[in-house]
């Protein structure tokens, strides 16, 4: 059995504030089907110990948790769930982000049992499919390293000033403390945020904040990330978005990135 020690991404039971919402209906995702490609998003889950939220078909409540190990010659994991939580009994629907893409299956059983005199721990065979869909429709580039790229805006009256770590014609990733980011919930639209993409670029963009993460930095310990995709965003604005664009990647083969 692959049962990795908790890493610098464990720090604390996932959180509510951590769940993943299902795969929108609309939206066009790809199956994998593949045992060996499912096995290994599993692992790769249990080894970066990123949240996965649980639907069970039966209650309105998420169960959180995340993918404990996974077995490397049988098709079988283990989920680890919160203290105290449980899996009702029949359907349920796992989410979780896998790298820039959100990553979707159903389970079912009669009886979700965990492990002998381990409560928290509760084993399941591989689905037959997951749904996998991207988030990142467009090209993301990373901002240079050395140069700080910041998104400044007020919200409630409170200014932020966060870090840029990468931008695209769909929206920014941003980076910060978590005491820097209080307030920054997914699902709220921050107005007539200033964006320096650049050392004489700045735009002026509404941002809607679609994903928040906590993670462990090497270098700068715990920091909350915070995805965000632009909102009425004006022609004459896409156009110089696309050019700051153009430039950095033009910059990044240049410099032999």
Known sequence: MNDP?????????????????????GSKPHDMTDPDEIGNSLALLAETGDPVSIYPASSTNVVMGRIRSVDP????????????????????????????????????????????????????????????????AAQRLE???GIYYLASFVLNGKPYE???????????????APRDAVGLHVGRRLQRVRLELGP?????????????????????????????????????????LARQLDHLGASRKAGGH
């Not at 020690?5 to 209906?25: Q, T, Y």
């Not at 079912?108 to 988030?135: G, M, Y």
């Not at 840029?164 to 769909?170: K, Q, R, V, W």
């Not at 993460?213 to 090497?218: I, L």
């Open 73 to 136: 010659d049988h098709p079988y994991f283990v989920l680890e769930l919160n203290e105290g939580e449980y899996i009702p009994p029949g359907e349920c629907v796992l989410v979780a982000w896998l790298r820039s893409a959100k990553m979707q299956f159903k389970l079912s059983s009669p009886d979700w049992s965990p492990l002998a005199n381990q409560p928290t721990l509760v084993p399941a065979a591989f689905p037959e499919k997951c749904q996998i869909l991207n988030r990142r």
């Open 5 to 25: 020690l908790p890493n610098e991404f464990r720090r604390g039971p996932p959180r509510l504030s951590d769940a993943v919402e299902p795969i929108p209906f």
């Open 162 to 176: 966060l870090q840029l770590y990468d931008f695209s014609a769909g929206g920014v990733g941003m980076r910060a």
């Open 143 to 145: 901002t240079p390293l």
């Open 200 to 240: 004489e670029a700045v735009m002026i963009a509404d941002l809607d904040i679609r994903l928040s993460r906590t993670f462990r930095s090497f270098l700068l310990g715990e920091q909350v990330q915070i995805g965000c995709q632009f909102a009425n965003l004006s022609p004459l604005m896409q156009e110089e």
